[in-house]
């Protein structure tokens, strides 16, 4: 039960800012937001977290909503390497990533 | 620094054969992660070890598959008697404390079964 509800597949032009959205209305108060992409043929790798405040790093930014029940995941310029499979996860104290399927990104030309 | 190392890349044996896989986390990780990747499919959780513990054996899928982590560093994930449905990428994960902290993956081993 990956706790998460993402969509399979999302499209964006190069230069573009990447929205990927992700559900997660079950989420408990100490709770955090784990966001990891996936290039083909790669091992996933780390992109941000948060729990409550949106967080900026050089890779993407994460807004979280107020009552937490959803994310969005913001790559603002997206490149044509930035095509991946993008994974939102829920994680808590001892508990396990659980990898969903995730949002398959195309950055088109 | 170092990441996460895995090695062989990519092992290719036939059916019945005991494979041995090898991960080397990033030095002074105390939490170490095996996931299994199916082709075209999400990640799989198979064993957490926190030092050479492993607390959680919960996704192991059958007890041919075994794994040990030794001096609180490598760790090697055995599969003995190999059949075709294990063929997967085996994906190696390390963490500073576990719980939550960030995870960083290997590059993987695709492990094929004939």
């Known amino acids: 039960d990956a706790k998460t509800t993402q969509p399979p597949s999302m499209d964006c032009a190069e230069g573009r800012a990447a929205n990927l959205p992700c559900n997660h209305s079950?989420?408990?108060?100490?709770?955090?937001v784990y966001w990891y992409r996936q290039i083909h043929s790669q091992g996933p790798q780390y992109i941000i977290h948060?729990?409550?405040n949106n967080e900026t790093n050089e890779m993407a930014s994460l807004i979280i909503t107020e009552d937490r029940k959803s994310s969005t995941l913001i790559l603002p310029h997206a490149t044509l390497r930035d095509t991946a499979v993008y994974y939102c996860i829920i994680v808590n104290y001892g508990q396990n990533f659980v990898f969903g399927p995730g949002t398959r990104l195309s950055v088109l030309p | 620094g170092a990441g996460v190392s895995q090695s062989p890349s990519n092992k290719v044996t036939e059916k019945g054969k005991d494979v041995e896989l090898r991960c080397d986390p990033i030095s002074g990780h105390t939490a170490l992660y095996w996931y299994r990747q199916s082709l075209g499919q999400g990640l799989e959780f198979l064993i957490y070890f926190q030092g050479n513990s492993a607390p959680d054996k919960s996704g192991l899928p059958s007890d041919r598959f075994s794994a040990e982590r030794t001096g609180g560093s490598v760790s090697t994930l055995t599969i003995q008697r190999t059949q075709q449905e294990d063929s997967a990428v085996y994906l190696c994960?390390?963490?500073?404390?576990?719980?939550?902290?960030?995870?960083?993956f290997g590059p993987g081993t695709r492990l094929t079964v004939l």
């Open positions: 079950t989420i408990s108060g100490n709770e955090y």
């Open positions: 994960a390390s963490s500073l404390l576990g719980g939550r902290d960030t995870q960083y």
């Open positions: 948060g729990l409550k």
